[in-house]
């Protein structure tokens, strides 16, 4: 095993060495939105502007300009690259991969969306790494016909890629933001009987929905969803990002026939881009806030846990190597003493972690 795994870190990994290194337990969210001119002709995503909060007006700066002074509190070692650079894509899968993870969860915003113009790009070179793809679908949707239609193109475009990632031989969809949509739009959906059922063999998939708050029993139950994560990297956030009230979770997943997946994070830090938010921040502490929320996701001994996430800078939830950088006038946050890489060393720890954990000897029984 040894001798296989330090193959594995080395260039060239063959597609049967990276699935013995990468566990399909083990998902990540990554966004896939950053621009910059020298390849896309214009800044993406690093120029983000200030959100305000309410009607409370802005106070200072409204946005960054990109480059060395971007939208987040974190400086990234690969600098502010273009997602579609295919190099910046090779060396991601690449860190993907001897991270020991997976399936990558792609954001999807729709076929207009810049983040859509290299999906395929991605999802060719993670086959050749023998990583798998899965979609994060963004809340453009509105109603059950905007819902529908989104599954139809994602299984029109990529339904047949070998890079897909299929749970139980279909594909798995992360929903975000699902309790913004009426129980009785998703019934349509995501029900056997619904007008628009998507419960067929051409469209039929795992849809995960996002648990928020307490008493969303109902929700899940009446909506026809298969399971629910919880995506929030920061403690306490929200009801359903509270690893205290993973426990229950897990046993109410397992015994109404449901998937949980817990998602962990390295940290939370957005007051470059939410100045009003700081109450949420939370610290890394030397690696210490990552091991404690995968010790307590592995607790629930789930079939899957998601990583929030690789790269979402903005939020400062990245595992992504990041450097010290200091501005005139401001010093990005790092990761201490410990090394840039440090987090995917952390992750690949956990993945032969969760690996080795056994599932809710529920879960089977309760599965349907």
């Not at 475009?157 to 992360?174: D, I, V």
């Amino acid at each position: 095993m040894l001798v296989v795994l330090l193959v594995c870190f080395m260039p060239g990994c063959s597609k049967e060495a990276s699935k013995q290194l990468s566990n399909p337990r083990l998902h990540v969210f990554y966004y896939g939105w950053y621009g910059n001119p020298q390849h896309d002709g214009r800044w993406v995503h690093w120029n983000h502007r200030v959100l305000p909060y309410g009607d409370i007006p802005l106070e200072g700066r409204e946005g960054f300009p990109g480059g060395e002074d971007i939208g987040a509190n974190f400086y990234p070692t690969l600098g502010s690259y273009s997602s579609h650079d295919p190099d910046i894509i090779e060396q991601h899968l690449e860190m993907i991969r001897q991270a020991g993870i997976g399936v990558v969860s792609v954001s999807w915003f729709g076929v207009e969306d810049f983040a859509a113009n290299s999906i395929e790009l991605f999802m060719d070179k993670a086959a050749e790494k023998g990583l798998q793809i899965n979609f994060h679908i963004e809340p453009t949707y509105h109603s059950a016909e905007e819902f529908h239609a989104i599954i139809a193109e994602l299984m029109q475009r990529f339904g047949t890629h070998s890079a897909l990632y299929l749970y139980q031989g279909k594909p798995l969809y992360y929903v975000y933001d699902s309790y913004k949509m009426p129980v009785s739009e998703w019934k349509k959906l995501l029900l056997p009987e619904g007008t628009l059922s998507l419960r067929t063999p051409e469209l039929d998939g795992k849809f995960i929905g996002l648990w928020v708050n307490q008493g969303e029993e109902d929700f899940f139950l009446e909506t026809g969803f298969d399971g629910f994560y919880t995506y929030f990297a920061s403690e306490g956030f929200v009801w359903g990002a509270t690893s205290a009230n993973w426990p229950y979770l897990a046993d109410w997943a397992s015994t109404n026939g449901k998937l949980f997946i817990p998602s962990v994070g390295p940290g939370y830090a957005d007051d470059r881009i939410r100045p009003w938010n700081g109450v949420n921040f939370k610290a890394r502490d030397q690696g210490r806030y990552y091991d404690y929320m995968f010790s307590q996701a592995i607790k629930t001994k789930p079939e899957i846990v998601t990583i929030t996430s690789f790269n979402e800078w903005h939020e400062g939830t990245q595992i992504e190597p990041a450097i010290a950088k200091q501005l005139a006038d401001y010093h990005y946050l790092d990761y201490g003493n410990l090394s840039g890489d440090y987090y995917l060393k952390r992750t690949l720890d956990w993945s032969r972690e969760l690996s080795a954990s056994p599932l809710n000897p529920q879960l089977q029984e309760g599965r349907r």
